[in-house]
């Protein structure tokens, strides 16, 4: 008996969310506002491009922002030293791989490491993919 009215409640519960949702009555993020150490950043209008920066593939080969340009582009800076960095590479690449569109760039910014290297290095850290 006890777990048919629970079942129940939570039936209840799912409508009313439902009902309060649909008709624009509640939202996620009601009552929310950027945290306070975002509060110097303010949007530029009109927006400022982005820098002409260049970085390099595995491969040598050379790109700017602009090459992906119309893209969403990730750009993350990282380096085999850098542990926070490394323990965020097998996210990156699974998101690389589960939303299509989008540009993840995972630059190596250690300049002495050899791309060999480096691709050991990813693979070993299941990052092969970035």
Known sequence: M????LIGLAVLCAVAL???????LLHVHQGLGPPASLAALAPQNPAKSAPAVAFYDLTGGRHTLADFKGRYVLLNLWATW?????SEL???ARL????PGL???????WKSDKPAQVQS????HDA???
């Open 2 to 5: 006890t777990q048919k009215i």
């Open 18 to 24: 439902g009902v309060l949702y649909g008709n624009d």
């Open 82 to 86: 850098c542990a926070p960095c490394v």
């Open 90 to 92: 097998p996210a990156l």
């Open 96 to 99: 690389k791989e589960r939303v």
């Open 103 to 109: 540009a993840v760039l995972a630059v190596d910014v």
């Open 121 to 124: 290095f990813l693979k070993t």
């Open 128 to 130: 092969a993919a970035l």
